[in-house]
Structures are given as C-alpha cells and as structure tokens.
C-alpha cells in the first residue's frame, strides 16, 4: 500500500505541546534513574542527550512566552510586571525633613 500525504509514516517528526513534553521529560527521567549500571553505555548517552534536549526546548519555549506576554502587556499599554509576577509600586518623590 502507498502513504498518502499527510500520513504518519511520512518520517516526520511528532509535534508534542508543553505538556507532552514535560511529560516525557518526567519519564526520562526516571528510565535514566533506574537503569542499572551495566546498562550500555551508549543506551544510557542518549537517554541524556534527549533529557537535554526537551530542557533546552522547555526553556526556549518558556522564554518565547514570557516574550508575548510582555509585549502584550506593552502593546494595551500596561506596565510590565515585576519578575516574581507582582505589579510594580510606583515611586514615591524623595521629599527632604
């Protein structure tokens, strides 16, 4: 039988949210955890080279929301939030005794 467009088997890669992700990267996790040690060598390296892939693909992700968030804010004319998440408190004017 022939694939027809679109199709799974078209050797693409499968397109995980946020959510998948970290899913994945919980359970990765654990696998390495519990491998035994006369796991191979190589199993075990590339285990680790996905944990840091879905990190750094986490991480840039959180950034590029962080980013939209902000720009957001900026564009309705609202002051960017504190980092903790908390508005900013105005400034009072120095006034000498």
């Known amino acids: ?10 050797n693409q890669p499968i397109r995980r949210n946020q959510a998948e992700k970290q899913k994945q990267l919980r359970d990765l996790k654990e696998t390495l955890a ?18 840091r892939e879905l990190e750094t693909e986490l991480r840039a992700a959180t950034r590029q929301s962080e980013a939209r968030a902000a720009e957001k804010q900026q564009q309705n004319g609202q002051r960017p ?10 400034r009072r004017a120095y006034e000498p005794r």
Request: charged residues 25%; aromatic residues 2%.
């Open 1 to 10: 039988m022939r694939a027809y467009n679109g199709q799974l088997s078209d």
């Open 34 to 51: 519990a491998m035994k040690p006369q796991t191979a060598q190589a199993l075990r390296e590339s285990v680790q080279r996905r944990i």
């Open 81 to 90: 939030s504190a980092p903790n998440g908390s508005p900013r408190r105005p």
